[in-house]
Structures are given as structure tokens and as C-alpha cells.
């Protein structure tokens, strides 16, 4: 296989490139889930390398010199912004002169309510199938300004991804809205649904409003333990990146249900339960109808 990937390599610097797999452009994204929408966009035409794995923190990650070296020979770099990946820009320096792309453009930003990040951005805008549609054209856009001779490719990759979100989530936002008004909360370890939840016609609620605060403080403890009782909200989750210990002692001392994991910061490994981010929006939205409808 590496003997393989030596002569490909030796073919292309001798004759140029001969054929479309040796001429594939290189995407580098900031984490999985952009990687997966950029392979559905990009088909056979790129190698897509995502610099945070499976399961990472991607708001604080730190970039190892491995890290560095697989983004080396990018031709095109994209990226959330809106102050999700904190480590991206100065990541980037170490890559010489590669465009990056800011895939949150045209997204129109929810503002944090409260606690120490408030009045910033809430950086989680992919996981909406609203604005997952703005995502999808700012990466045809950003490959086919890289590529353009297989622009086509990428628009026709990009149409049919988005239709498939769109009919993905009929039968969810239907089964939403049956839903009495009073059942319709969305209450997370961090506040990563806004975007979600307004796609949905939730109201959000979290005990902490980003991962880069600090998680499960006992006044952010109880101020949630208050707008649940207050609310007679009837579930609570967590997200996959974090430890639910916090949401499940809220649970407890209300005495709500404890509804489980929803993903939104990173996809599984190809063999767990979210390898895609079809997956992750079908997993992550079956989780809070499930919760949501369970008579206690
Ligand atoms: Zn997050």
C-alpha cells in the first residue's frame, strides 16, 4: 500500500497528474463533522483530513506535532469560526499559504444569554438543518474556487446532500409539534442546541452556555435545578464530549428523567453510533423526541 501511494507519488512529480484520483485536491477541516459534510460535497474529487479525531473537545484542543503534519499540503482549510475553535488561527500559521474558509458566513448568530461568555456568539450554528443548508453552499463555494474544474461536481454533491438533510428531518419537526407547548424544552449540559432549538420551536436551557467555561459549577447547578422546578420541565441531557455527571445530578435532585447523550461537537468512530452527520442529526433528534414524549 505505501509502495503504491510512493509510485503514485513519483508518477505525478514525472508526469504531472494523469488521472482524476492523483489529482484530488487536499481539504483539511477543524473537526468531524465538517469533514464528513465536506466528503459528501468533495465525492472522489478530494482527500478530506480532519484535524480533531472521533470524539475530541474541539473547543480547546491542542494541536500535537502530528496534528500539524497531517494538515501539511492542504490546499483548502475550513472552519467553523464564530469563536468555536479557539486553538484554529495560530494551528494555521504552522501551514504556510493555505485559503481558509469561515463555514458559520451567513449564519445568522445567537447571542449567549448568560454567564461568563454572554453577549458572544453561540459558535454550535452546523447543528440546525436550517443553517446546515448555508454550511453545505459555503463549502461548494470553497472547493469549487479550489478546484473549478470540477465545480459542477460539487454543486450537483451539494443539492442532493441537502435534500437528503431536508427529508430527513420532516418526520422529527412533525413529531415535534405534536408536542403540548409546555413539554417543549430543550435542557442540555452546555447550550449547544440555540440553533436547534429554533429550528424546532424549543426553548433552550443549559447548566453551562460553553465547554470553555467552567462545567457544572454548583451556582450553575442550581440555577438550573431552579428553571426545571420552576418550568416542570420533564428531561435533561448531555452531550457525548462531556461528562454527564452534572445533568445527572440535576436529575436526581429533581427528580426529572436523565434522557442520555446528544451529539453535536464530534462524530463517532465509523463503528459507534454516529459516524456521519446525517447520523448525528437523526441520533441527536430521535434522543430529544424519545425524552420529550415519555410520559414520566
Ligand atoms: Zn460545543
Known amino acids: 500500500m505505501r509502495f503504491l501511494t510512493v509510485l503514485g507519488f513519483i508518477i505525478t ?8 484520483a492523483l489529482a484530488r485536491i487536499k481539504v483539511l477541516t477543524s473537526f468531524t463533522v465538517f469533514a464528513d459534510m465536506a466528503r459528501n460535497v468533495a465525492g472522489e474529487h478530494a482527500e478530506v483530513v480532519s484535524i480533531t479525531k472521533e470524539g475530541a473537545e474541539i473547543h480547546m484542543f491542542r494541536p500535537t506535532p502530528g ?5 501539511l499540503g492542504a ?4 472552519w467553523n469560526g464564530l469563536g468555536l475553535e479557539t486553538w484554529f488561527e495560530r494551528y494555521l500559521e504552522n501551514l504556510g499559504d493555505v485559503k481558509a474558509y469561515v463555514l458559520s458566513d451567513g449564519v445568522e448568530p445567537i447571542m449567549i444569554a448568560e454567564g461568563a461568555y454572554e453577549g458572544r456568539a453561540n459558535p454550535h450554528a452546523w447543528m440546525s438543518p436550517g443553517n446546515a443548508m448555508i454550511y ?27 435534500a437528503e438533510i431536508t427529508a430527513t428531518f420532516e418526520p422529527i419537526r412533525a413529531a415535534l409539534a405534536e408536542l403540548p ?14 440553533y436547534l432549538a429554533v429550528d424546532f420551536g424549543l426553548k433552550e436551557a443549559a447548566i453551562w452556555a460553553i465547554n470553555a467555561d467552567s462545567q457544572g459549577s454548583p451556582q450553575q447547578v442550581r440555577r438550573i435545578i431552579d428553571l426545571i422546578n420552576d418550568n416542570q420541565i ?4 448531555s452531550e457525548s464530549t462531556v461528562s454527564p455527571k452534572p445533568a445527572e445530578q440535576v436529575a436526581r435532585e429533581t427528580g426529572i428523567a436523565y434522557g442520555g447523550v446528544l ?3 464530534s462524530l463517532s468512530t465509523p463503528d459507534g453510533p454516529v459516524p456521519t452527520y446525517l447520523d448525528l442529526l437523526k441520533v441527536t433528534s430521535q434522543t430529544i423526541v424519545t425524552g420529550l414524549t415519555a410520559q414520566p
Open 181 to 194: 407547548e409546555s413539554r417543549r424544552w430543550l435542557v442540555s449540559s452546555e447550550a449547544a442546541f440555540s
Open 263 to 265: 451529539y453535536v461537537d
Open 13 to 20: 512529480l514525472i508526469l504531472g497528474p494523469a488521472s482524476p
Open 75 to 78: 490546499n483548502v482549510v475550513l
Open 136 to 162: 453545505i453552499d459555503n463549502i461548494v463555494a470553497a472547493l469549487s474556487d479550489t478546484d473549478p474544474d470540477n465545480a459542477a461536481a460539487y454543486a450537483a454533491n451539494g443539492e442532493s446532500y441537502k
Open 67 to 71: 496534528d500539524i503534519k497531517r494538515g
Open 234 to 237: 420533564p428531561v435533561i441531557f
